[in-house]
């Protein structure tokens, strides 16, 4: 079984967004990818959504009613259970920001088992 591990930053110099529809954010800046189970080239794979084709997986998101707020911090994780041809990506609904900038929003994934 080969291994597959991988973990990108979104990288843009500063905050990305808001943008008026939902967004898929691209994590362009490579860590790792053991396997090559990261496709940097595509758009696939505060709040984020996690997508698996079109079924929301986990959302993550900050809401602050009185303006910005630059000291908020959200995360989360999830399993997926994934078949040959699934298609994984991190959605920036319409709206909202993230700050891509110093590694602080990343995308990782591995593989647990090969059927």
């Known amino acids: 079984m080969d291994d597959i591990m991988f973990t990108a930053v979104a990288d843009q110099g500063g905050n990305c967004g808001p943008y008026d529809e939902d967004t898929t954010l691209i994590f362009n800046k490579v860590i790792t990818n053991i396997g090559d189970g990261y496709d940097n080239t595509s758009e696939h794979v505060s709040g984020l959504t996690l997508m698996k084709n079109s079924e929301v997986i986990t959302k993550t998101?900050?809401?602050?009613?009185?303006?910005?707020?630059?000291?908020?911090?959200?995360?989360?994780?999830?399993?997926?259970?994934?078949?040959?041809?699934?298609v994984v990506f991190?959605?920036?609904?319409?709206?909202?920001?993230?700050?891509?900038?110093?590694?602080?929003?990343?995308?990782?994934?591995?593989?647990?088992?090969?059927?």
Do not use: I, M, W, Y
């Open 61 to 86: 998101f900050e809401d602050s009613e009185n303006g910005p707020d630059f000291t908020d911090n959200a995360g989360n994780s999830a399993f997926v259970k994934l078949e040959r041809g699934n």
């Open 90 to 115: 991190v959605r920036l609904p319409a709206r909202c920001q993230v700050h891509a900038s110093d590694n602080t929003t990343t995308f990782s994934g591995f593989l647990v088992s090969r059927a």
